[in-house]
């Protein structure tokens, strides 16, 4: 069974730094892109990164290309997303998706941009 | 960008019966490899999103079969033929074709 187990979400400052973190199981992790979806609060999806399954090959968001960088591990299957100056319509539910086709979602973790 | 515009914005539809969304894309969504990559995605209440159908019309693993998918080049439809209560939450279409991926405003479905 695939799993996607999103973490590193909390409250931070307008301008601050975060690192999420997508840990993956279930799967063949290396063989598969993967990107970061969110959605802010009572809203709609929103593409955010993705990476390829090798990870030379990046995507952004124009919302967020400059600020965040997308990046992976294959030796321990886990997906990060660092995240700087932090804005708050970056305040969201980050979810992490599995395949340029979405083919699975995690749970989500939430990051909240507040002072 | 690719808009993806969806219609009803809400459907309210009575246990048993049919429901239908529409989703519309602003350009093509056949790829160079000659697929379509439309996908529908649900979200119940709570939960987190989960592909239902893929490529247009193929259902994922799990998915039951009174859902379906149908279309191509820019208008899709996404048919539930009996709503069951457990099909309560927002459906999103969402394009991988051209690059950034987006998705439709979503359609939330509620039992009347």
């Known amino acids: 069974e695939v799993q996607l187990i999103e973490s590193g979400g909390g409250l931070v400052q307008p301008g601050g730094s975060l690192r999420l973190s997508c840990s993956a199981s279930?799967?063949?992790?290396?063989?598969?892109?993967m990107l970061w979806v969110r959605q802010a609060p009572g809203k709609g999806l929103e593409y955010v990164s993705a990476?390829?399954?090798?990870?030379?090959?990046?995507y952004y968001a124009d919302s967020v290309k400059g600020r965040f960088t997308i990046s992976r591990d294959n030796s321990k299957n886990t997906l990060y997303l660092q995240m700087s100056s932090l804005r708050a319509e970056d305040t969201a539910l980050y979810y992490c998706?599995?395949?340029?086709?979405?083919?699975?979602w995690g749970q989500g973790t939430l990051v909240t941009v507040s002072s | 960008d690719v808009v993806m515009t969806q219609s009803p914005l809400s459907l309210a539809v009575t246990l048993g019966q049919p429901a239908s969304i529409s989703c519309r894309s602003s350009?093509?969504?056949?790829?160079?490899?000659?697929?379509?990559?439309l996908n529908w995605i649900q979200q119940r209440p709570g939960q987190s999103p989960r592909r239902l159908i893929y490529?247009?019309?193929n259902r994922d693993s799990g998915v039951p079969d009174r859902f379906s998918g149908s279309g191509s080049g820019t208008d899709f439809t996404l048919k539930i033929s009996r709503v069951e209560a457990e099909d309560v939450g927002v459906y999103f279409c969402?394009?991988?074709?051209?690059?950034?991926?987006?998705f439709g405003g979503g359609t939330k479905v509620e039992i009347k």
């Open positions: 969402m394009q991988g074709t051209h690059w950034p991926k987006t």
């Open positions: 990476i390829n399954n090798n990870g030379f090959n990046t």
């Open positions: 998706v599995q395949n340029w086709n979405s083919d699975n």
């Open positions: 350009q093509s969504l056949v790829y160079s490899d000659g697929n379509t990559y």
């Open positions: 279930g799967f063949s992790f290396s063989s598969y892109a």
């Open positions: 490529k247009v019309s």
